[in-house]
């Protein structure tokens, strides 16, 4: 009769050092206000910054021809891939949170410029600048978490911050893809710009006295950078 119920308690003991285990996993005591305060900046970001995909219907919309549209794409990869680079280094001299508000706001103009753009050749310019917008919130944004991290949890809050910004990812365009089915192009486009618009301002608030690196920041280093 005791070996049913030892082996009820065995499993039982097994499920409950599972559920610890899994529970030790997702453990997020232990992280800084500041690394919390800024993966909620980024995963807001993270929200209104929609899909590429999107981008590539907003020209389908405008009349580009079907044919065109990998070429559109192709534009947006080749700006990224060429300012990525320098978005990194601006960043190290002029201060992380400098450059990615910069990017931000960048975003921003870009993703409004998509909800109230009507012409089909105006927009293979805003394809250029999507690019380079990108480029410099996927590369700064990267040291920036670097910057705000434990150096003894480098890895888990890298696995955070992704986790973080792909959720919000995952659910901005739902609702993005929703509104556009429900409305047109203009208003999902106008409330992502919103979105990173007050992303921007949260980082500028909360970090605006950060420093990225051990040098100096602002005129300073510009003049640095210059020199």
């Given at each position: ?17 599972s559920s ?10 232990g992280?800084?206000?500041?690394f919390?305060?800024?993966v ?18 907003k020209?389908q919309a405008?009349?580009?021809?079907i044919?065109?549209?990998p ?5 947006y990869?080749?700006f990224y891939?060429i300012?990525s680079?320098?978005a990194?280094?601006f960043s190290?001299?002029?201060?992380r ?13 870009v ?7 009507q ?7 805003f ?6 917008a ?20 480098k890895?888990k809050?890298?696995g ?5 910004v ?18 047109d ?8 710009g919103?979105l ?5 301002v ?9 420093e ?8 300073e280093?510009?003049r640095?950078?210059?020199?």
């Open positions: 009769s005791q070996g049913p119920n030892l082996a009820v308690a065995r499993r039982g003991g097994r499920g409950e050092q610890q285990r899994a529970a030790k996993l997702f453990n997020f005591r992280f800084s206000k500041k919390k305060k800024g909620a900046i980024l995963g807001l970001l993270s929200f209104g910054n929609v899909s590429y995909a999107f981008f590539i219907l020209g405008l009349g580009v021809e044919f065109l549209l070429a559109l794409y192709l534009v990869n080749l891939a300012f680079y320098p990194g280094r190290d001299r002029l201060g949170v400098n450059v990615l508000a910069f990017g931000f706001l960048t975003l921003a103009a993703l409004f410029a998509f909800g109230l753009i012409s089909k050749v105006l927009i293979w310019g394809f250029c600048l999507y690019g380079f990108v480029a410099i919130v996927d590369s700064v944004a990267r040291a920036f978490v670097s910057d705000i991290s434990d150096p003894a949890r890895g809050s890298f955070v911050y992704h986790m973080a792909g959720l919000a990812s995952v659910f901005g365009n739902l609702i993005f893809g929703f509104l556009w089915d429900r409305t192009s203009t208003i999902p486009f106008l409330a992502s919103f990173v618009t007050i992303a921007a949260f980082l500028i608030i909360f970090f605006r006295s950060h990225a690196s051990s040098q100096k920041t602002g005129i280093n510009f640095a950078y210059r020199s």
